[in-house]
C-alpha cells in the first residue's frame, strides 16, 4: 500500500522533530562539558564577557539565544563532544562562523567583531556615564 501525501508529510515533521531533539542535547551535553571543564566565561573569537553579552549585543532569534555563552564545536561537527574541540562562543560569533568557517578563520573574524563590541559598550557606557552626572 502506497504512502499518502499527509502520512509522507507526518514522518517527514517527525524526523525534522527528532534531529531538532538530537541538536538540543548535544547543545546541551557540550554545554555541560564546558562547565565541568571550568572554561573561561567569555567568547573564544571575540573575548567578551558572558555578563556583558546581553548589555552590548541585545537578544537573539527573539530573545531565545544571546543571555549566555553557547558551546560552539571547533570542527562544525555537533555530534562531536570531545572537550578538545569544543570553545565557548557568543551567539554573534557562533551565527557568523555556523558551519562554514574554520576555528582559525573564525578567530580572525572575531577580532573584527571584538573592536564593534568594544566601541558599542563605550558608548553605553559613556551614555550612562552622562545620565549619571545630571
Not at 6 to 20: G, N, P, S, T, V
Not at 25 to 43: I, M, N, V, Y
Not at 117 to 122: G, I, P, S
Request: aromatic share 6%.
Amino acid at each position: 500500500m502506497e504512502k499518502t501525501r499527509d502520512q509522507i508529510k507526518e514522518e517527514k515533521a517527525a524526523l525534522r522533530k527528532l534531529k531538532a531533539a538530537s541538536k538540543k542535547e548535544s547543545r546541551d551535553q557540550a554545554r555541560g562539558l564546558l562547565e565541568e571543564k571550568g572554561t573561561p566565561k567569555s567568547c573564544e573569537y571575540c573575548s567578551i564577557n558572558e555578563e556583558a553579552l546581553y548589555e552590548v549585543w541585545g537578544p537573539f532569534y527573539g530573545g531565545k539565544r544571546g543571555k549566555r555563552l553557547e558551546p560552539d564545536h571547533k570542527d562544525n561537527d555537533y555530534k562531536n563532544n570531545g572537550i578538545e574541540h569544543l570553545c565557548s562562543a557568543c551567539s554573534l560569533c557562533n551565527c557568523a562562523k555556523s558551519n562554514k568557517l574554520t576555528h582559525q578563520e573564525m578567530i580572525e573574524v572575531g577580532s573584527s567583531i571584538k573592536r564593534k563590541w568594544q566601541k558599542r559598550a563605550a558608548i553605553a557606557y559613556a551614555h550612562y556615564r552622562s545620565k549619571a552626572s545630571t
